[in-house]
């Protein structure tokens, strides 16, 4: 935001300066919610609205039975937060990139698969986790922009559905990754003192590929850091002796995740500076996800650190069957579905959230409090402003 130059004092300097900020709070508060005509997002498997599904592995029931009333590729019993943020500007939900049947892409595309990482996974690793990197996912995306473009000028039947060329640069561009990179390490031969050692080279990356997005023209960049993968049952069945915090999570792998985010909320002020043109916001994710662990009643939530959708142990959770699966017990198999209620539970699977906690965390960011700039989504388009 540009002021004209004043090159002539009649009042005090300190009065000017009260004159400029409160001129400063009016523009702002004046100014119109951003009009996303689409939406991009990369990602993982908290934003895949059904790329894994349509391109490695389906997603089985009793996945999407609160909403949608059967499975649709998303990692929860319903709508996800990328969801809720469609919504909100009157879009209908993101399509996979990777689903070639009856996708419509003219208000925008999702190229988020469920076991991205931001790095290339190495050895044994890479074989757990989705090869859709976040490089591959702007490898993807920087091929969408051209080929939509050439589909759109030779008109007929599918030009329709390709996004228009100027709803490029006023998208919102979300981002939701981060989380199997740590994952990856925990699970590894690595310490926690490797790990963290790891993540500055980690969010190095994650800069370069939202930089090479703003260069191909994005500037409304919304981004997600990583939640608190200590409260997950996936992470305390498999790690019982790590040290608990006062609300049951496990306590050092919260901490590795407050170090990503740490360098990520320092790598994105560093790329407002860079990128002028950008509209970055940091989206603490892991604060508003926390909030559901330390005061779940306030949301009407019970069990929080328990699956709701799972089998066995402590948390309801299984290294030998996850949710959808079958397992064979005395003899007779049984089918792990959910649990009576998903709407009063946040964790859904062990690793992903409910609908219902899904939306309470949407909420929560979408009114700027948890976020840097404190702008609320619907202003996600307005650049920061600093005063020296």
Same mark, same amino acid.
Request: hydrophobic share 40%; net charge positive; proline share 6%.
């Given at each position: ?63 999407? &039975?609160? #909403? !949608? ?5 998303? +990692?929860?019993? /319903?709508?996800?937060? *990328?969801?809720?943020?469609?919504? @909100? ?75 228009? &060329?100027? #709803? !490029? ?5 979300? +981002?939701?990754? /981060?989380?199997?990179? *740590?994952?990856?390490?925990?699970? @590894? ?200």
């Amino acid at each position: 935001m540009e002021f004209p130059m004043i090159t002539k004092f009649h009042i005090p300097v300190v009065s000017s300066l009260v004159l400029l900020v409160l001129s400063v709070a009016t523009t702002v508060t004046a100014a119109e919610h951003c009009d996303f005509p689409a939406i991009f997002n990369l990602g993982a498997s908290n934003s895949d609205t059904g790329g894994l599904a349509a391109s490695l592995l389906a997603v089985p029931p009793p996945y999407g &039975e609160t #909403y !949608f009333h059967t499975p649709v590729g998303r +990692f929860s019993d /319903g709508r996800i937060i *990328l969801d809720f943020i469609a919504q @909100s500007f009157g879009l209908p939900y993101i399509s996979p990139y990777l689903d070639s049947l009856g996708t419509n892409f003219s208000t925008g595309a999702n190229f988020a698969t469920a076991g991205s990482t931001i790095k290339p996974l190495q050895g044994q690793s890479q074989l757990k986790f989705s090869p859709f990197n976040l490089g591959i996912q702007f490898t993807q995306f920087k091929r969408f922009k051209t080929k939509t473009q050439l589909i759109r000028k030779q008109g007929g039947v599918f030009a329709t559905l390709m996004p228009k &060329e100027e #709803y !490029f640069a006023r998208a919102l561009y979300t +981002f939701d990754i /981060g989380q199997n990179d *740590l994952t990856a390490g925990f699970f @590894s031969n690595m310490t926690l003192q490797q790990l963290n050692a790891s993540v500055p080279d980690i969010v190095s990356t994650f800069a370069s590929n939202i930089k090479n997005i703003y260069n191909l023209g994005a500037r409304s960049l919304w981004i997600h850091n990583t939640g608190p993968l200590g409260c997950l049952p996936q992470i305390m069945t498999n790690f019982l002796s790590a040290e608990r915090d006062a609300y049951g999570c496990a306590k050092p792998y919260n901490d590795v995740c407050q170090y990503f985010n740490q360098n990520l909320k320092e790598a994105l002020a560093q790329l407002r500076k860079e990128l002028p043109l950008a509209a970055i916001t940091y989206v603490d994710i892991f604060s508003a996800k926390y909030s559901l662990f330390s005061n779940p009643k306030k949301y009407g939530f019970e069990q929080p650190l328990v699956s709701c959708c799972g089998y066995g142990g402590k948390y309801n959770f299984s290294n030998s069957v996850g949710c959808g699966g079958t397992i064979k017990v005395n003899g007779t198999d049984i089918f792990v579905g959910s649990c009576p209620k998903p709407s009063v539970r946040v964790i859904w699977d062990g690793t992903h959230f409910t609908e219902a906690a899904n939306k309470v965390v949407f909420d929560l960011i979408s009114t700027g409090a948890f976020n840097i700039p404190r702008f609320p989504l619907k202003m996600a388009c307005q650049r920061s402003i600093k005063f020296f």
